[in-house]
């Protein structure tokens, strides 16, 4: 009989952890959280101090009746859910559920590990704690602020725009920024300006040395225009280019830090192309255990969900030690390049890791899976690289006079290659440049050609998921653990489509925002959302009152409801009768809103059921056939101007084409914030839109 029960989270940590421990533990499984918030109601008595009224989740009984079995057959309850303030949450309702705290003759504990090996699991049941209740009440009132958002918004939206639709704490504020990234963009009004670049014929070299345009002597000039650049041309015409100065020198480049569940998934998604959502499942498996030839079932990786940079003294040691007698002493990092702290680093747990640097990606291919030995390579790369010491670069930078002017030309060579024999980033890639030979200081060069460029400013990128997660951390929205379910969220509402991963809001998300930009600024804020988890943060360490936070937030949420019930009367959106005959009935078709936005629809549903897709006219001639210009959607929902004879005519613009035409070049002209921008690439005249 089993003297001791192990209660995890997760059904795949059970084999993993059963094999660390004799034949006098029993593991088992909550399979996550036993108990939640009902859903048919608020689930929290506004009337009598904000007390939750917690049931036990539908088709949990089950799983709670087995383990009570298992709690009579043993003298010691541990509770081992996961090392964070969902887990610790998990473990107190398991507590409550399972009334454990009521049972005199048997003992319970918490415990908790950050990674699950023998080592590990044994050292965390030798030193339990009590549950922690400041973590705890952390989880109730986050969990209970997302609840109020969302019950008393998702209602309001329900009646005033489409069933189906959601507001949330963090999603609505992501929605936001994607809006308000749309919206710079659409403003956007590029600016014209000029690169110079000499090829110039060093004696007894084979290939040029293409050096780049300065300036004077005394500073920077960039150049605007075409009228600037032949100034700048004819100042050179005849002059003797000749090398001024040489400077060698050497620069280094650090090595990264360790993965954070926020860099990680950025880094996922820039080098594997994957989601948020696929990493945090991917990393979530390496975790819990998987199982290895020669190794059996085991932990691969530290647990997921950390905002922390830290590393244990044995695992930094560990690691030293296998880059020493791997790559040698040389490229052992001698000192820890510090993380600037933000202030909003929880540092309870360490940064995502590989729980044993000897279990190398070569050694445990076989045994993984595609998509799980690249996002193990991965972090095991990055880990190892961050052990390591920063690479070495030769530089020479060289300054060439040309009569008034000035041209420069530097180049770098990789002379230590360092963390970089591990791990590379993109920006790491750096093209070496060995043609400089003997060039001297008074060297004379052969001017070969002169290479002027036109080019033009560049909007704001589109948000990815992966610069999305960088904003929300570093404005302080959400926590590790938010990030990847508010981004699938806001994609499974169909707020936001993601092409060529990039993130467009959607008809949908714009109707959405705007309602909440109006009726709920502060949810929306995003300072406000900061500061509401920084104190979320300061329950955590027991400085702040959950209840305090909770009861400070209700009221000025149901008062901006009851506002908004009144206030919204007037924007909701109603079947619009359009002239567009039914071509199955004969009645006049009515303008729908649908997942993707607009269509025609025939009103004599369901005995017609009749659709077509609607084609908004904005009133300008298509400008290559002369037709209507209609906006149109891409299939995944993202709004662009086309030719209503598509497929005929294949016009298509991402901004709204205007009537006016450019005087410059004769182009047309589109719609950006308050300027009319010429649509030919290289012409980059602009102008104010007229009022009306």
């Known amino acids: 009989m089993a003297k001791s029960l192990v209660i995890v989270e997760s059904p795949a940590k059970v084999k993993t952890i059963r094999k660390f421990l004799g034949a006098n533990y029993e593991v088992d499984a909550s399979n996550g959280h036993v108990r939640d918030l009902p859903k048919s109601s608020l689930g929290i008595d506004v009337e009598h101090d904000y007390e939750p009224k917690y049931i036990t989740i539908r088709g949990k009984g089950d799983v709670l009746s087995k383990l009570r079995k298992e709690v009579k057959k043993a003298d010691k309850i541990y509770l081992a859910t996961d090392p964070d303030r969902e887990g610790e949450a998990i473990s107190w309702h398991l507590m409550k559920a399972l009334k454990l705290d009521e049972l005199d003759d048997k003992k319970m504990y918490r415990v908790s590990f950050n990674e699950i090996t023998k080592t590990a699991v044994k050292n965390s049941l030798k030193n339990p704690r009590k549950i922690d209740m400041d973590l705890v009440d952390a989880q109730q009132a986050r969990r209970m602020l997302d609840r109020m958002v969302g019950y008393s918004i998702s209602p309001l939206l329900w ?17 936001r920024m994607i809006c308000d990234r749309e919206d710079e963009i659409g403003a956007f009004v590029p600016e014209e300006y000029w690169n110079l670049e000499a ?24 150049i605007h225009n075409k009228e600037e650049l032949e100034k700048i041309l004819s100042g050179l015409e005849n002059q003797t280019f000749i090398v001024e100065e040489i400077k060698s020198g050497e620069r280094t480049k650090k090595p990264p830090i360790p993965f954070t569940t926020s860099t990680l998934q950025q880094e996922a998604s820039k080098v594997l192309n994957f989601s948020t959502q696929k990493t945090m499942r991917l990393a979530q498996q390496l975790y819990e255990g998987v199982d290895i030839q020669g190794h059996g079932t085991i932990g691969l990786i530290t647990y997921l969900r950390t905002d922390s940079t830290r590393i244990a003294d044995e695992a930094d040691a560990a690691a030293r030690k296998y880059i020493e007698d791997t790559y040698g002493a040389n490229y052992v990092l001698k000192s820890e390049y ?19 640097i000897t279990l190398t990606p070569v050694k445990i291919k076989d045994s993984l899976q595609r998509d799980l030995f690249r996002l193990y390579q991965l972090i095991w790369k990055r880990f190892a690289a961050s052990r390591m010491q920063p690479a070495v670069y030769e530089t020479t930078s060289v300054k060439i006079g040309a009569g008034d002017y000035l041209f420069t030309l530097s180049t770098s060579k990789l002379s230590f290659d360092g963390f970089m024999s591990v791990y590379v980033q993109e920006d790491d890639k750096e093209e070496t440049n060995t043609l400089l030979g003997k060039l001297e200081k008074g060297a004379l060069l052969e001017l070969s050609e002169l290479l002027p460029s036109q080019h033009f400013t560049q909007p704001p990128a589109h948000y990815t998921e992966a610069s999305l997660v960088k904003a929300l951390e570093e404005q302080g929205i959400g926590r590790p653990s938010t990030y990847a379910p508010t981004i699938t969220t806001i994609l499974a509402r169909r707020y936001v489509t993601k092409e060529n991963k990039n993130l467009y809001v959607t008809e949908l ?34 400085s702040v009152k959950w209840k305090t936070v909770v009861e400070n937030f209700y009221p000025d949420l149901d008062e901006a409801v009851k506002t908004a019930q009144t206030t919204l009367e007037s924007i909701k959106i109603a079947d619009e009768v359009t002239d567009v005959i039914c071509d199955l009935c004969g009645r006049n078709m009515v303008i729908k809103y649908g997942p993707h936005g607009k269509f025609l629809a025939c009103p004599g549903f369901p ?5 077509k897709p609607y084609l908004e006219k904005i009133g300008v001639p298509c400008p290559k056939c002369g037709s209507e210009v209609v906006i149109k959607k891409t299939k995944k929902g993202r709004r662009f101007y086309g030719c209503e004879k598509n497929p005929d005519c294949d016009f298509m613009s991402w901004q709204k084409p205007s009537l006016e035409k450019c005087p410059k070049c004769g182009s047309y002209m589109v719609e950006r914030g308050n300027k009319l921008v010429c649509a030919g690439e290289q012409c980059g005249y602009s102008m104010n839109i007229k009022s009306k």
């Open 199 to 222: 090829n110039l014929k060093q004696s007894g070299a084979r290939k040029p040395l293409k050096a780049k345009f300065y300036g004077t002597r005394h500073e920077k000039i960039a």
């Open 338 to 356: 510090a993380r600037k702290n933000t202030g909003k680093i929880q540092d309870a747990h360490e940064a995502i890791r590989p729980t044993d």
């Open 509 to 542: 998300g714009e109707a959405v925002n705007k309602i909440m930009k109006q009726c709920f600024p502060s949810i929306v804020d995003t300072s406000f959302t900061a500061n509401m988890e920084m104190l979320l943060d300061k329950v955590g360490d027991g």
């Open 607 to 611: 005995e017609c059921k009749n659709t």
């Open 159 to 175: 009646a005033k725009v489409k069933r189906g639709l959601s507001a949330g704490r963090v999603q609505s504020v992501a929605l």
